[in-house]
């Protein structure tokens, strides 16, 4: 018979209204974006641009499996934990969808891609805190982040770019 430690939690059942809260958490943050973003503007289509950036259809694509992604490694993470190490990861996922929301705001809505980048940066830091703080609780769930974390990385290259061709 297996004992299990304080360090190997027991499976717990998933918790469907943990997971329908992340759900709701990262379709929100979705939203506040696509009502900021709108990349078929004149202003945006004149601002100097990288080679490398991808097609503006490319960000529909890579995006919806990505909030689905955070959604998942949310709920799946805030079913298998309580009490105050709960509340820290529910704070740490809100924080994180709130700044990458901003990014749109800050950049399409108030057009200050410089200042978009800073948030970029605030994303990714914000980023390492979420897989940290999923990963003491399930560290399968922390790993469905990895791509999102890759993403905004790559994000943060580009936006910092846009921002130095634009000042």
Known sequence: MRLISERTPA????????????AVMVASA???????????TAWYRGLAKP??????????????????????????????????????????????LAVNASWSWLFFR?????????ATVLLDISNADLVL????????????????TAWSLFATTLAIDIGR???
């Not at 992604?69 to 709960?86: D, K, P």
């Not at 703080?133 to 999102?148: I, Q």
């Open 30 to 40: 979705a939203t506040a974006a696509s009502l900021a973003g709108d990349g078929d």
């Open 51 to 96: 080679p490398w950036q991808p097609p503006p259809w490319a960000f529909a694509v890579v995006w919806t499996p990505l909030y689905a992604s955070i959604a998942h490694a949310g709920g799946r993470a805030l079913a298998r934990t309580r009490g105050a190490r709960r509340r820290r990861l529910a704070a740490s996922l809100g924080m994180n």
């Open 165 to 167: 061709r634009n000042s």
């Open 11 to 22: 499976r717990q059942p998933v918790s469907w209204p943990s997971r329908a809260a992340a």
């Open 110 to 118: 108030l057009r200050r891609p410089r200042l978009a980048a800073a």
């Open 133 to 148: 703080c999923t990963a003491r609780t399930d560290r399968a769930a922390a790993w469905s982040l990895a791509p999102y």
